[in-house]
């Protein structure tokens, strides 16, 4: 399954959503930055102030290299979100993101409704 990634914003609420599906090749990743940066630049908010969803019950278990890649552009601090949510399902998944999390705050849940709830729980 190859790799696919979109991104919605929502400016009044200072929130990117962003579905993941499929299996990552670096070029994905690399596509992925570039479409990250624009969400960024779009959202028109000021730097780490949004809150962003991540939807990965779409993504497939990723080769290591893919696995370490998130886990740089995770630690980006340019990019960094007040609150950070991911909807995932699939135990291996969930076991990688862990792994690329390593000490990012961010809470994991299993649908869309209850993580999009806790992000805006303190919306400014």
Known sequence: ????FSFVLDRS???????MRGVFTLEDVAAFLDARMDAHRALR??????VTLNDLSG?????KEIVMAFQAILGDPEYKSRRLAFVVN?????????????SR???CFEDRT????WLLSDAL
Do not use: F, S, Y
């Open 1 to 4: 399954m190859n790799a696919k």
């Open 105 to 107: 705050d961010a809470l």
């Open 59 to 63: 993504l497939r278990q990723q080769p």
């Open 90 to 102: 699939e135990a291996q998944v969930r076991g990688q993101l862990t792994r690329a999390l390593l």
């Open 114 to 117: 209850t993580a999009r709830a």
């Open 45 to 50: 908010w000021p730097a780490n102030r949004h």
């Open 13 to 19: 609420l200072g929130l990117i959503e962003i579905v």
